[in-house]
Nanobody, 121 residues
Framework: VQLQASGGGLVQAGSSLRLSCVVS????????TAWFRQGQGKEREFVAA???????HFAESMKGRVTISRDIAKNTVYLQMNSLKPEDTAIYYC????????????????WGQGTLVTVSS
């Protein structure tokens, strides 16, 4: 299973950004796919995930500002982020596992390379 994240960039506070994660080697319906982020000097933290059946899961701190969706035909998961803040600056990683969604990054078997999101004030 391979994951390719993209969509990061430099944006101003208050902007929106959509990240994409293209998954190859296994159907999305057999994977829980998650987004994590890691800011400089910080621990990797859970952002959102979509289960094998398509249910969304969100970190409490992100609820109301992010949505997660997937396109089964394209085997791609999207993370839509709105009202971005400077503290959202981080490398965003997509990850997958064959079991249920959990917010623990150590439980994910497959990882993409990350995409950098920088939010300026």
């Amino acid at each position: 299973v391979q994951l390719q994240a993209s969509g990061g960039g430099l944006v101003q506070a208050g902007s929106s950004l959509r990240l994409s994660c293209v998954v190859s080697g296994r159907a999305l319906s057999s994977l829980a796919t998650a987004w994590f982020r890691q800011g400089q000097g910080k621990e990797r933290e859970f952002v959102a995930a979509v289960s094998r059946s398509g249910d969304g899961h969100f970190a409490e701190s992100m609820k109301g500002r992010v949505t997660i969706s997937r396109d089964i035909a394209k085997n791609t998961v999207y993370l839509q982020m709105n009202s971005l803040k400077p503290e959202d600056t981080a490398i965003y990683y997509c990850a997958a596992r064959t079991l249920a969604v959990v917010p623990n990054s150590r439980s994910y078997d497959y990882w993409g390379q990350g995409t950098l999101v920088t939010v300026s004030s």
